[in-house]
C-alpha cells in the first residue's frame, strides 16, 4: 500500500486503524510505503499504535517523514513487540544519538526484522555502538543487513561494527552493509577490506578498494570533472585520451557521472 500524500494526524490515524485494530477485518497488507511525508514525532506517534497490533506488515517504508528522536522512539517501542516486520528504512528523520539508543533498545528484543536503514540520521559513533550492542545482546536476532550511510561515524565507530557483528564466528552475523559517505578514511577502509576478504559479507564502499593498490595507483589518472562534451561518445573520449592530452597506452576508461 502506498500513500504520498499524508499531511497531518487525520491521516495517520486513518493508517493506525487500517493497520491495527481494524472493526472491518485483520489488516492484510503486507507492504507499507509512507516515504517523503513529512509527518512528524505527533504522526509517528500514532502510527505506533497501529503497530503494536500488526501481525502482516513485512516491510515499512518510513523514510524522510522528519519524526526526529521522540518519533523514532515511539516507533520503537511497538517495534519492539513486533515478530513479523521483516525490513524498516527510516532513512532520514533526524534521529540523531537518542534515537539510535531507542532502535538499539529495540533490537534487544525484536526477533524479526533482517533489514533495517538508518542512513542520514546522524547517529554518530555513539549511535552505532548503542544498535550494534542491541543487536548483539539478541540471541536470536535475525538482522542480516545493516544501513548506516551519512551518519559522520569514523574509523572507530566501523571497528566496533566489525567487531561486533561480521568477523565473529557465532552470533548474529551481517551479510550486508551499507557505509558510503561516512568518515571512514582509506586507509582503515583497506584495512577492514583485507580482515573480510575471507568472510561472505558485501560492504558497499569496498567495491572499488582494487583501484587503491599501490600498483594501479602509480598507472591511473583520474581527470574531474570531465569536460561535458566528452562524457557520452566513444569517439569523443579516445580523443581525449590519445590526441588532446597524450596519456600514453590507455587499457581501461571509466566515466561516472553524479555527485
Given at each position: ?26 489488516c ?50 511497538s ?15 533526524i ?16 526477533c524479526?526484522?533482517?533489514f ?29 543487513q ?22 565473529p ?20 577502509k ?38 561535458s ?31
Amino acid at each position: 500500500m502506498r500513500n504520498t500524500q499524508l499531511v497531518g494526524l487525520k491521516d495517520a490515524l486513518l493508517i493506525q486503524y487500517a493497520i491495527g485494530q481494524n472493526p472491518v477485518g485483520n489488516c492484510l497488507t503486507t507492504s507499507l510505503v509512507l516515504a517523503k511525508n513529512a509527518m512528524g514525532k505527533e504522526a509517528a506517534k500514532v502510527l505506533a499504535v497501529g503497530l503494536q497490533f500488526n501481525k502482516s506488515l513485512l516491510n515499512l517504508d518510513l523514510s524522510h517523514c522528519n519524526f526526529g528522536s521522540s518519533g523514532v522512539s515511539s516507533l520503537c517501542t511497538s517495534l519492539a513487540q513486533n515478530s513479523t516486520l521483516k525490513s524498516l528504512n527510516l532513512y532520514r528523520n533526524i534521529c540523531d544519538v537518542n534515537g539510535a539508543r531507542a532502535i538499539g533498545e529495540c533490537l534487544k528484543k525484536n526477533c524479526s526484522l533482517e533489514f533495517l536503514d538508518i542512513g542520514h540520521n546522524r547517529i554518530r559513533q555513539t549511535g552505532l555502538k548503542a544498535i550494534c550492542d542491541g543487536i548483539t545482546a539478541n540471541p536470536k536476532s535475525k538482522m542480516t543487513q545493516l544501513g548506516v550511510r551519512a551518519n559522520f561515524i569514523n574509523d572507530d565507530g566501523f571497528t566496533y561494527l566489525f567487531e561486533k557483528l561480521v568477523f565473529p564466528k557465532t552470533g548474529a552475523h551481517l551479510t550486508q552493509i551499507f557505509l558510503k559517505a561516512n568518515f571512514l578514511s582509506e586507509y582503515h577502509k583497506i584495512a577492514l577490506a583485507q580482515k573480510t576478504s575471507d568472510i561472505k559479507c558485501f560492504v558497499d564502499d569496498f567495491q572499488y578498494l582494487d583501484l587503491l593498490v599501490k600498483e594501479k595507483l602509480d598507472r591511473t589518472i583520474w581527470i574531474s570533472p570531465m569536460p561535458s562534451d566528452h562524457n557520452t561518445m566513444v569517439s569523443t573520449i579516445n580523443s581525449f585520451f590519445s590526441e588532446l592530452y597524450d596519456c600514453g597506452f590507455v587499457t581501461d576508461v571509466r566515466v561516472r557521472s553524479g555527485k
